[in-house]
Protein backbone atom coordinates (compact mmCIF):
# COMPACT_ATOMS: atom_id res chain seq x y z
CA UNK A 1 0.00 0.00 0.00
CA UNK A 2 1.00 3.40 -0.90
CA UNK A 3 0.61 7.08 0.64
CA UNK A 4 -3.13 8.38 1.38
CA UNK A 5 -4.99 9.40 -1.78
CA UNK A 6 -7.96 10.18 -0.39
CA UNK A 7 -9.50 11.27 3.09
CA UNK A 8 -12.76 11.84 4.45
CA UNK A 9 -13.07 14.02 7.84
CA UNK A 10 -16.44 14.33 9.62
CA UNK A 11 -18.52 13.58 7.42
CA UNK A 12 -22.18 14.21 8.18
CA UNK A 13 -25.08 14.01 6.05
CA UNK A 14 -28.91 13.85 6.99
CA UNK A 15 -32.20 13.50 5.31
CA UNK A 16 -35.91 14.02 7.11
CA UNK A 17 -36.12 12.17 10.23
CA UNK A 18 -32.93 10.52 9.54
CA UNK A 19 -29.17 11.47 10.55
CA UNK A 20 -27.44 8.74 8.13
CA UNK A 21 -23.67 9.83 8.83
CA UNK A 22 -22.66 11.18 12.23
CA UNK A 23 -19.16 12.53 11.64
CA UNK A 24 -17.30 9.75 9.69
CA UNK A 25 -13.78 9.83 8.64
CA UNK A 26 -12.57 7.64 6.36
CA UNK A 27 -8.96 7.72 4.46
CA UNK A 28 -8.24 5.42 1.69
CA UNK A 29 -4.18 4.64 0.35
CA UNK A 30 -3.08 4.00 -2.94
CA UNK A 31 -3.20 0.39 -4.42
CA UNK A 32 -5.02 -1.00 -1.44
CA UNK A 33 -8.12 -2.94 -1.25
CA UNK A 34 -10.04 -1.46 1.65
CA UNK A 35 -13.15 -3.33 2.82
CA UNK A 36 -16.29 -1.26 4.27
CA UNK A 37 -18.40 -2.74 6.51
CA UNK A 38 -21.97 -2.56 8.65
CA UNK A 39 -25.27 -3.45 8.64
CA UNK A 40 -27.97 -2.19 6.46
CA UNK A 41 -28.62 1.22 7.27
CA UNK A 42 -24.79 1.65 8.62
CA UNK A 43 -23.99 4.55 6.02
CA UNK A 44 -21.85 2.79 3.96
CA UNK A 45 -23.58 3.86 0.81
CA UNK A 46 -24.87 7.26 2.10
CA UNK A 47 -20.80 7.83 2.51
CA UNK A 48 -20.19 6.68 -0.80
CA UNK A 49 -22.81 8.47 -2.83
CA UNK A 50 -21.07 11.63 -0.69
CA UNK A 51 -17.87 10.17 -2.19
CA UNK A 52 -18.84 10.03 -6.09
CA UNK A 53 -20.88 13.21 -5.63
CA UNK A 54 -24.31 11.82 -5.80
CA UNK A 55 -24.92 13.44 -2.45
CA UNK A 56 -23.45 16.76 -0.82
CA UNK A 57 -21.95 16.78 2.36
CA UNK A 58 -24.01 18.56 5.26
CA UNK A 59 -20.34 19.08 7.29
CA UNK A 60 -17.31 17.56 6.90
CA UNK A 61 -14.04 17.54 4.38
CA UNK A 62 -12.78 15.54 1.28
CA UNK A 63 -9.22 15.41 -0.09
CA UNK A 64 -7.98 14.06 -3.00
CA UNK A 65 -4.23 13.91 -3.73
CA UNK A 66 -3.68 16.16 -0.19
CA UNK A 67 -6.00 19.00 -2.04
CA UNK A 68 -9.51 19.65 -0.61
CA UNK A 69 -12.50 19.35 -3.09
CA UNK A 70 -16.06 19.90 -2.98
CA UNK A 71 -18.32 17.99 -5.42
CA UNK A 72 -21.40 18.97 -6.98
CA UNK A 73 -22.32 16.52 -8.81
CA UNK A 74 -21.28 12.64 -10.19
CA UNK A 75 -19.23 14.02 -13.00
CA UNK A 76 -17.22 16.38 -10.87
CA UNK A 77 -16.21 12.93 -8.84
CA UNK A 78 -15.75 10.80 -11.91
CA UNK A 79 -13.53 13.47 -14.04
CA UNK A 80 -10.96 13.43 -10.79
CA UNK A 81 -10.56 9.37 -11.35
CA UNK A 82 -13.60 8.10 -8.86
CA UNK A 83 -15.99 5.59 -10.00
CA UNK A 84 -18.68 3.77 -8.33
CA UNK A 85 -19.99 0.14 -9.68
CA UNK A 86 -23.01 -0.22 -7.86
CA UNK A 87 -25.47 -2.97 -6.77
CA UNK A 88 -27.87 -2.63 -9.14
CA UNK A 89 -25.69 -2.11 -12.19
CA UNK A 90 -26.08 1.09 -14.19
CA UNK A 91 -25.92 -0.37 -17.89
CA UNK A 92 -28.19 0.18 -21.29
CA UNK A 93 -28.79 -3.18 -22.13
CA UNK A 94 -29.99 -2.79 -25.74
CA UNK A 95 -26.49 -1.55 -26.77
CA UNK A 96 -23.24 -2.72 -27.24
CA UNK A 97 -20.37 -3.29 -25.14
CA UNK A 98 -18.21 -0.65 -26.93
CA UNK A 99 -21.20 1.81 -26.66
CA UNK A 100 -22.08 1.21 -22.74
CA UNK A 101 -17.87 1.90 -22.20
CA UNK A 102 -17.76 5.34 -24.02
CA UNK A 103 -21.07 6.71 -23.61
CA UNK A 104 -20.56 10.18 -23.04
CA UNK A 105 -17.14 10.16 -23.94
CA UNK A 106 -17.23 9.13 -27.94
CA UNK A 107 -13.90 9.73 -30.01
CA UNK A 108 -14.78 11.91 -32.97
CA UNK A 109 -13.65 11.89 -35.95
CA UNK A 110 -12.50 14.91 -38.74
CA UNK A 111 -16.33 15.77 -39.98
CA UNK A 112 -17.54 15.61 -35.84
CA UNK A 113 -18.72 12.77 -36.27
CA UNK A 114 -18.26 9.57 -34.01
CA UNK A 115 -15.25 7.50 -35.03
CA UNK A 116 -16.84 3.78 -34.05
CA UNK A 117 -13.57 2.00 -35.40
CA UNK A 118 -11.55 3.96 -32.73
CA UNK A 119 -14.31 3.02 -30.01
CA UNK A 120 -14.34 -0.44 -30.77
CA UNK A 121 -10.74 -0.53 -30.99
CA UNK A 122 -9.91 1.06 -27.94
CA UNK A 123 -12.79 -0.62 -26.36
CA UNK A 124 -11.25 -4.26 -27.22
CA UNK A 125 -7.61 -3.22 -25.53
CA UNK A 126 -9.36 -2.58 -22.44
CA UNK A 127 -11.46 -5.45 -22.60
CA UNK A 128 -8.12 -7.82 -23.78
CA UNK A 129 -6.28 -6.45 -20.88
CA UNK A 130 -8.98 -8.15 -18.26
CA UNK A 131 -8.78 -11.19 -19.96
CA UNK A 132 -12.55 -10.35 -20.69
CA UNK A 133 -14.27 -13.31 -22.60
CA UNK A 134 -16.88 -11.23 -24.70
CA UNK A 135 -16.07 -9.10 -27.36
CA UNK A 136 -17.16 -5.08 -28.18
CA UNK A 137 -19.45 -5.61 -30.11
CA UNK A 138 -21.92 -8.10 -28.27
CA UNK A 139 -25.47 -6.35 -26.90
CA UNK A 140 -25.24 -5.91 -23.29
CA UNK A 141 -28.19 -8.11 -22.58
CA UNK A 142 -26.53 -11.20 -23.99
CA UNK A 143 -23.81 -10.64 -21.30
CA UNK A 144 -23.66 -12.94 -17.47
CA UNK A 145 -23.66 -10.96 -14.68
CA UNK A 146 -20.20 -11.40 -13.53
CA UNK A 147 -19.45 -10.28 -17.21
CA UNK A 148 -21.77 -6.96 -16.72
CA UNK A 149 -19.47 -6.33 -13.87
CA UNK A 150 -16.23 -6.68 -15.59
CA UNK A 151 -17.80 -4.43 -18.23
CA UNK A 152 -18.60 -1.78 -15.68
CA UNK A 153 -15.06 -2.54 -14.37
CA UNK A 154 -13.62 -1.52 -17.94
CA UNK A 155 -15.85 1.90 -18.10
CA UNK A 156 -13.87 2.84 -15.07
CA UNK A 157 -10.59 2.14 -16.66
CA UNK A 158 -11.11 3.72 -19.98
CA UNK A 159 -12.33 6.79 -17.58
CA UNK A 160 -8.36 6.26 -15.65
CA UNK A 161 -9.95 5.56 -12.52
CA UNK A 162 -7.29 5.85 -9.36
CA UNK A 163 -10.38 5.11 -6.94
CA UNK A 164 -13.01 2.65 -7.59
CA UNK A 165 -15.99 1.19 -5.35
CA UNK A 166 -17.34 -2.24 -5.79
CA UNK A 167 -20.68 -2.29 -3.83
CA UNK A 168 -21.79 -6.14 -3.69
CA UNK A 169 -20.11 -7.31 -6.84
CA UNK A 170 -20.38 -10.88 -6.21
CA UNK A 171 -23.84 -10.59 -4.71
CA UNK A 172 -25.23 -12.31 -8.21
CA UNK A 173 -22.65 -14.22 -9.92
CA UNK A 174 -21.37 -18.02 -9.85
CA UNK A 175 -18.33 -19.41 -7.56
CA UNK A 176 -16.76 -19.90 -10.77
CA UNK A 177 -17.30 -15.72 -11.80
CA UNK A 178 -16.77 -14.61 -8.17
CA UNK A 179 -13.05 -16.38 -8.92
CA UNK A 180 -12.79 -13.99 -12.11
CA UNK A 181 -13.60 -10.86 -10.48
CA UNK A 182 -11.22 -11.82 -7.37
CA UNK A 183 -8.09 -12.53 -9.60
CA UNK A 184 -9.48 -8.73 -11.39
CA UNK A 185 -9.32 -6.91 -8.55
CA UNK A 186 -5.27 -8.34 -8.01
CA UNK A 187 -4.43 -6.81 -10.99
CA UNK A 188 -6.47 -3.94 -10.42
CA UNK A 189 -4.45 -3.11 -7.01
CA UNK A 190 -1.23 -4.31 -8.70
CA UNK A 191 -1.80 -1.62 -10.66
CA UNK A 192 -2.09 1.06 -8.05
CA UNK A 193 -5.89 1.85 -8.55
CA UNK A 194 -7.57 1.43 -4.77
CA UNK A 195 -10.33 -0.12 -4.59
CA UNK A 196 -13.65 0.47 -1.97
CA UNK A 197 -15.26 -3.26 -1.62
CA UNK A 198 -18.79 -3.26 0.34
CA UNK A 199 -19.58 -7.03 1.21
CA UNK A 200 -21.78 -9.06 3.85
CA UNK A 201 -20.10 -12.10 2.69
CA UNK A 202 -17.32 -12.37 5.36
CA UNK A 203 -14.82 -15.24 3.75
CA UNK A 204 -14.33 -12.38 0.69
CA UNK A 205 -13.63 -9.77 2.71
CA UNK A 206 -10.48 -11.49 4.43
CA UNK A 207 -9.75 -13.03 1.37
CA UNK A 208 -9.38 -9.64 -0.63
CA UNK A 209 -9.23 -6.55 1.86
CA UNK A 210 -5.68 -5.03 3.17
CA UNK A 211 -7.86 -2.63 5.27
CA UNK A 212 -11.28 -2.82 6.87
CA UNK A 213 -13.40 0.19 8.46
CA UNK A 214 -16.66 -1.20 10.09
CA UNK A 215 -19.70 1.83 10.49
CA UNK A 216 -22.36 1.31 12.97
CA UNK A 217 -25.66 3.17 13.11
CA UNK A 218 -23.97 6.11 10.97
CA UNK A 219 -20.59 6.52 12.84
CA UNK A 220 -17.13 5.11 12.77
CA UNK A 221 -16.50 2.28 14.88
CA UNK A 222 -12.91 1.08 13.96
CA UNK A 223 -10.55 0.63 10.90
CA UNK A 224 -8.11 -2.25 11.61
CA UNK A 225 -6.03 -4.48 9.45
CA UNK A 226 -7.66 -6.97 7.58
CA UNK A 227 -4.84 -9.73 8.99
CA UNK A 228 -4.99 -8.85 12.36
CA UNK A 229 -8.63 -9.28 12.94
CA UNK A 230 -10.82 -12.63 12.99
CA UNK A 231 -14.65 -13.46 11.84
CA UNK A 232 -15.99 -13.29 15.12
CA UNK A 233 -14.31 -10.17 16.49
CA UNK A 234 -15.47 -8.19 13.07
CA UNK A 235 -19.43 -9.53 13.41
CA UNK A 236 -19.08 -7.94 17.16
CA UNK A 237 -18.11 -4.95 15.62
CA UNK A 238 -20.62 -4.51 13.03
CA UNK A 239 -23.77 -5.45 15.40
CA UNK A 240 -22.90 -4.25 18.40
CA UNK A 241 -22.92 -7.75 20.97
CA UNK A 242 -22.13 -11.02 19.85
CA UNK A 243 -23.78 -13.46 17.95
CA UNK A 244 -23.21 -16.34 20.32
CA UNK A 245 -25.22 -18.72 18.21
CA UNK A 246 -25.61 -16.90 14.88
CA UNK A 247 -27.53 -20.18 13.12
CA UNK A 248 -31.00 -19.96 15.56
CA UNK A 249 -32.35 -23.49 14.84
CA UNK A 250 -33.16 -25.77 17.67
CA UNK A 251 -33.81 -29.20 17.30
CA UNK A 252 -36.94 -29.91 15.14
CA UNK A 253 -39.53 -32.88 15.50
CA UNK A 254 -40.98 -32.78 12.00
CA UNK A 255 -45.50 -34.12 11.53
CA UNK A 256 -46.67 -35.72 9.47
CA UNK A 257 -46.26 -35.03 4.74
CA UNK A 258 -47.57 -31.64 4.32
CA UNK A 259 -46.00 -31.60 0.41
CA UNK A 260 -45.01 -34.06 -2.13
CA UNK A 261 -43.75 -33.88 -5.71
CA UNK A 262 -43.22 -36.85 -7.60
CA UNK A 263 -41.12 -37.43 -10.05
CA UNK A 264 -41.97 -33.99 -11.85
CA UNK A 265 -40.73 -32.60 -15.14
CA UNK A 266 -41.02 -28.76 -16.18
CA UNK A 267 -42.38 -28.21 -19.51
CA UNK A 268 -39.14 -26.43 -20.53
CA UNK A 269 -37.24 -29.65 -19.02
CA UNK A 270 -35.20 -27.23 -16.98
CA UNK A 271 -36.09 -29.60 -13.81
CA UNK A 272 -36.55 -33.48 -14.84
CA UNK A 273 -37.72 -36.12 -12.49
CA UNK A 274 -37.52 -34.26 -9.57
CA UNK A 275 -38.98 -35.64 -6.52
CA UNK A 276 -38.81 -34.53 -2.40
CA UNK A 277 -40.99 -34.38 0.76
CA UNK A 278 -41.62 -31.72 3.33
CA UNK A 279 -43.57 -32.22 6.74
CA UNK A 280 -45.02 -29.96 8.82
CA UNK A 281 -42.60 -28.06 10.72
CA UNK A 282 -39.42 -29.10 8.51
CA UNK A 283 -36.67 -26.70 7.41
CA UNK A 284 -36.01 -28.35 3.99
CA UNK A 285 -32.71 -26.69 2.18
CA UNK A 286 -31.87 -27.17 -1.54
CA UNK A 287 -28.38 -26.65 -2.40
CA UNK A 288 -26.42 -26.48 -5.50
CA UNK A 289 -24.43 -24.40 -7.89
CA UNK A 290 -26.06 -21.26 -9.74
CA UNK A 291 -28.26 -22.94 -12.41
CA UNK A 292 -28.60 -25.83 -10.86
CA UNK A 293 -32.24 -26.29 -10.86
CA UNK A 294 -33.64 -24.83 -7.69
CA UNK A 295 -34.97 -21.75 -8.30
CA UNK A 296 -36.50 -23.55 -11.59
CA UNK A 297 -37.93 -26.42 -9.14
CA UNK A 298 -39.89 -23.97 -6.35
CA UNK A 299 -41.23 -21.96 -9.03
CA UNK A 300 -42.86 -25.15 -10.67
CA UNK A 301 -44.07 -25.74 -6.94
CA UNK A 302 -45.40 -22.25 -6.65
CA UNK A 303 -47.41 -22.60 -10.17
CA UNK A 304 -45.25 -20.23 -11.94
CA UNK A 305 -44.60 -23.10 -14.68
CA UNK A 306 -46.33 -26.09 -15.79
CA UNK A 307 -45.51 -29.60 -15.89
CA UNK A 308 -44.60 -31.69 -17.87
CA UNK A 309 -45.08 -35.06 -16.20
CA UNK A 310 -45.49 -35.93 -12.40
CA UNK A 311 -47.62 -34.73 -10.10
CA UNK A 312 -47.79 -32.88 -6.71
CA UNK A 313 -49.16 -33.97 -3.59
CA UNK A 314 -50.46 -31.94 -1.03
CA UNK A 315 -51.41 -33.26 2.05
CA UNK A 316 -51.49 -36.72 0.43
CA UNK A 317 -54.03 -35.25 -2.09
CA UNK A 318 -52.65 -34.39 -6.03
CA UNK A 319 -53.23 -30.66 -6.90
CA UNK A 320 -52.51 -28.85 -9.73
CA UNK A 321 -51.17 -25.34 -9.41
CA UNK A 322 -52.21 -23.48 -13.28
CA UNK A 323 -51.35 -19.82 -11.15
CA UNK A 324 -49.16 -18.60 -8.35
CA UNK A 325 -53.16 -17.76 -7.22
CA UNK A 326 -53.93 -20.93 -6.45
CA UNK A 327 -50.74 -21.89 -4.88
CA UNK A 328 -51.43 -18.97 -2.19
CA UNK A 329 -55.03 -20.29 -2.46
CA UNK A 330 -53.75 -23.76 -0.72
CA UNK A 331 -52.15 -21.93 1.80
CA UNK A 332 -48.18 -21.68 0.26
CA UNK A 333 -46.52 -18.50 -0.42
CA UNK A 334 -42.98 -17.77 -2.29
CA UNK A 335 -40.78 -15.15 -1.06
CA UNK A 336 -38.85 -14.50 -4.44
CA UNK A 337 -35.23 -14.64 -4.32
CA UNK A 338 -35.18 -10.71 -6.03
CA UNK A 339 -37.29 -9.08 -3.21
CA UNK A 340 -37.09 -5.42 -5.10
CA UNK A 341 -38.50 -6.72 -8.10
CA UNK A 342 -41.56 -9.56 -6.93
CA UNK A 343 -41.75 -9.06 -3.35
CA UNK A 344 -42.28 -5.35 -3.11
CA UNK A 345 -43.89 -2.29 -4.38
CA UNK A 346 -41.25 -0.42 -3.68
CA UNK A 347 -43.05 3.19 -4.26
CA UNK A 348 -45.70 2.70 -1.89
CA UNK A 349 -46.08 2.42 1.91
CA UNK A 350 -44.64 -0.01 4.57
CA UNK A 351 -48.75 -0.40 5.33
CA UNK A 352 -49.42 -0.89 1.88
CA UNK A 353 -46.74 -4.00 1.11
CA UNK A 354 -47.40 -5.24 5.12
CA UNK A 355 -50.95 -6.20 4.70
CA UNK A 356 -51.27 -6.49 0.69
CA UNK A 357 -51.88 -10.00 1.43
CA UNK A 358 -54.78 -10.00 3.58
CA UNK A 359 -56.85 -7.12 1.97
CA UNK A 360 -59.98 -9.14 2.89
CA UNK A 361 -59.51 -8.45 6.59
CA UNK A 362 -60.11 -4.64 6.21
CA UNK A 363 -61.56 -4.13 3.14
CA UNK A 364 -65.14 -4.55 2.05
CA UNK A 365 -68.78 -2.71 0.10
CA UNK A 366 -65.70 0.19 -1.19
CA UNK A 367 -64.89 0.82 2.64
CA UNK A 368 -61.10 0.58 4.11
CA UNK A 369 -61.38 0.01 7.71
CA UNK A 370 -57.99 2.12 8.38
CA UNK A 371 -58.23 1.06 11.87
CA UNK A 372 -57.57 -2.68 11.42
CA UNK A 373 -55.18 -2.20 8.88
CA UNK A 374 -53.22 -0.25 11.03
CA UNK A 375 -53.41 -2.88 13.72
CA UNK A 376 -52.22 -5.51 11.45
CA UNK A 377 -49.23 -3.70 9.95
CA UNK A 378 -48.28 -2.65 13.52
CA UNK A 379 -48.64 -5.92 15.40
CA UNK A 380 -45.58 -6.75 12.29
CA UNK A 381 -43.21 -4.54 12.86
CA UNK A 382 -43.42 -4.95 16.50
CA UNK A 383 -43.34 -8.73 16.74
CA UNK A 384 -40.52 -8.68 13.90
CA UNK A 385 -38.37 -5.20 14.68
CA UNK A 386 -39.00 -3.93 11.45
CA UNK A 387 -37.16 -0.59 11.78
CA UNK A 388 -39.24 2.17 10.15
CA UNK A 389 -40.09 5.78 10.98
CA UNK A 390 -43.58 5.32 10.17
CA UNK A 391 -45.78 2.93 8.60
CA UNK A 392 -46.40 5.58 5.94
CA UNK A 393 -42.39 5.38 5.01
CA UNK A 394 -42.06 4.06 1.27
CA UNK A 395 -40.30 0.71 1.18
CA UNK A 396 -37.79 1.71 -0.86
CA UNK A 397 -36.35 3.88 1.64
CA UNK A 398 -35.41 0.57 3.98
CA UNK A 399 -32.70 -1.50 4.54
CA UNK A 400 -32.22 -4.76 2.06
CA UNK A 401 -32.74 -6.81 6.17
CA UNK A 402 -35.94 -4.89 6.81
CA UNK A 403 -37.47 -4.81 3.70
CA UNK A 404 -37.10 -8.76 4.04
CA UNK A 405 -38.98 -8.74 7.15
CA UNK A 406 -41.76 -7.14 5.52
CA UNK A 407 -42.13 -9.39 2.54
CA UNK A 408 -41.68 -12.34 5.31
CA UNK A 409 -44.51 -10.46 7.52
CA UNK A 410 -47.13 -10.33 4.24
CA UNK A 411 -47.44 -13.98 3.85
CA UNK A 412 -47.29 -14.46 8.03
CA UNK A 413 -50.59 -12.31 8.16
CA UNK A 414 -52.09 -14.42 5.54
CA UNK A 415 -51.43 -17.51 7.95
CA UNK A 416 -49.71 -19.51 5.07
CA UNK A 417 -48.96 -23.13 5.94
CA UNK A 418 -45.60 -23.49 3.58
CA UNK A 419 -43.29 -20.79 3.09
CA UNK A 420 -40.43 -21.41 0.07
CA UNK A 421 -38.32 -18.83 0.91
CA UNK A 422 -35.84 -18.05 -2.28
CA UNK A 423 -32.10 -16.62 -1.15
CA UNK A 424 -33.68 -15.60 2.13
CA UNK A 425 -30.74 -13.37 3.20
CA UNK A 426 -29.01 -12.20 0.13
CA UNK A 427 -27.68 -8.69 0.59
CA UNK A 428 -28.70 -8.24 4.51
CA UNK A 429 -26.09 -7.39 7.21
CA UNK A 430 -25.03 -10.08 9.65
CA UNK A 431 -27.55 -9.05 12.55
CA UNK A 432 -30.54 -9.16 9.99
CA UNK A 433 -29.68 -12.56 9.05
CA UNK A 434 -29.23 -13.65 12.56
CA UNK A 435 -32.55 -12.18 13.02
CA UNK A 436 -34.27 -13.93 10.20
CA UNK A 437 -32.60 -17.33 11.23
CA UNK A 438 -34.36 -16.90 14.39
CA UNK A 439 -37.80 -16.00 12.75
CA UNK A 440 -37.67 -18.92 10.76
CA UNK A 441 -36.63 -21.10 13.40
CA UNK A 442 -40.08 -19.74 15.56
CA UNK A 443 -42.00 -20.29 12.44
CA UNK A 444 -40.83 -23.97 12.09
CA UNK A 445 -41.32 -24.69 15.79
CA UNK A 446 -45.09 -22.97 15.20
CA UNK A 447 -45.78 -25.72 12.21
CA UNK A 448 -44.99 -23.61 9.45
CA UNK A 449 -43.06 -25.63 6.84
CA UNK A 450 -40.41 -24.12 4.94
CA UNK A 451 -38.58 -24.40 2.30
CA UNK A 452 -35.60 -22.61 1.66
CA UNK A 453 -32.97 -22.08 -1.50
CA UNK A 454 -30.05 -20.42 -0.54
CA UNK A 455 -26.23 -20.25 -2.68
CA UNK A 456 -24.46 -20.03 0.54
CA UNK A 457 -24.14 -23.60 2.02
CA UNK A 458 -23.13 -22.46 5.71
CA UNK A 459 -26.57 -21.10 6.04
CA UNK A 460 -28.39 -24.87 4.33
CA UNK A 461 -26.10 -26.84 6.86
CA UNK A 462 -27.18 -24.72 9.71
CA UNK A 463 -30.58 -23.75 9.21
CA UNK A 464 -32.42 -26.74 7.44
CA UNK A 465 -32.98 -30.41 8.65
CA UNK A 466 -32.18 -32.00 5.58
CA UNK A 467 -31.08 -30.88 2.82
CA UNK A 468 -31.71 -31.79 -1.13
CA UNK A 469 -28.99 -31.53 -3.61
CA UNK A 470 -29.46 -30.41 -6.87
CA UNK A 471 -27.60 -30.22 -10.35
CA UNK A 472 -28.56 -29.89 -13.91
CA UNK A 473 -31.75 -29.70 -13.19
CA UNK A 474 -31.99 -33.26 -11.26
CA UNK A 475 -32.04 -33.55 -7.35
CA UNK A 476 -28.78 -36.20 -7.21
CA UNK A 477 -29.30 -36.95 -3.39
CA UNK A 478 -30.90 -36.05 -0.19
CA UNK A 479 -28.70 -35.80 2.86
CA UNK A 480 -30.10 -36.23 6.83
CA UNK A 481 -28.93 -33.53 9.56
CA UNK A 482 -26.37 -36.15 10.94
CA UNK A 483 -24.64 -36.79 7.47
CA UNK A 484 -24.61 -33.13 6.84
CA UNK A 485 -20.66 -32.50 5.42
CA UNK A 486 -20.39 -29.27 3.31
CA UNK A 487 -17.70 -30.89 1.81
CA UNK A 488 -19.90 -34.13 0.07
CA UNK A 489 -22.38 -31.93 -0.47
CA UNK A 490 -20.37 -29.58 -2.90
CA UNK A 491 -19.40 -33.03 -4.35
CA UNK A 492 -23.04 -34.02 -5.34
CA UNK A 493 -22.97 -30.12 -6.43
CA UNK A 494 -20.38 -30.15 -8.58
CA UNK A 495 -20.80 -33.96 -10.17
CA UNK A 496 -17.72 -35.47 -8.45
CA UNK A 497 -20.12 -38.15 -6.63
CA UNK A 498 -23.43 -39.47 -7.78
CA UNK A 499 -25.47 -41.49 -5.19
CA UNK A 500 -25.94 -45.29 -5.99
Known amino acids: MGSVILKMEGITKAFPGVKALKGVSFDLREGEVHALLGENGAGKSTLMKCLAGIYSVDSGTIEYNGLPVVFKNAMESIHLGIS ?107 QGITIVYISHRMDEIFRVADRITVLRDGANVKTVM ?151 ANRYVESLSIKVPSLHTKAISLSGGNQQKIVLSKWLAASTAIMILDEPTRGIDVGAKAEIYALMDRLAASGVSIIMVSSELPEVLGMSDRIYVMREGEIKTCVEKEQFNQEEILKYALGVREDG
Do not use: W
Open 84 to 190: VIHQELALAEQLTVADNMFAGQEPLGKLGLINRRAIHTQCQAILRSLDANFTSYDRVFTLSTAQKQMLEIAKAINRRTKVLVMDEPTAAVSHKEVEKIFRLIGRLRD
Open 226 to 376: AKEIDKDALVRMMVGYSLDRYYQKNAAAPGEVVLEAQNITRRDNRVRNASFTLRRGEIVGFAGLVGSGRTELIETIFGLCRLRSGQILLKGNPVRFRSPEDALKAGICLVPEDRKLQGLILDNTVRFNLTLGVLRQFMGMGHINRKKENEI
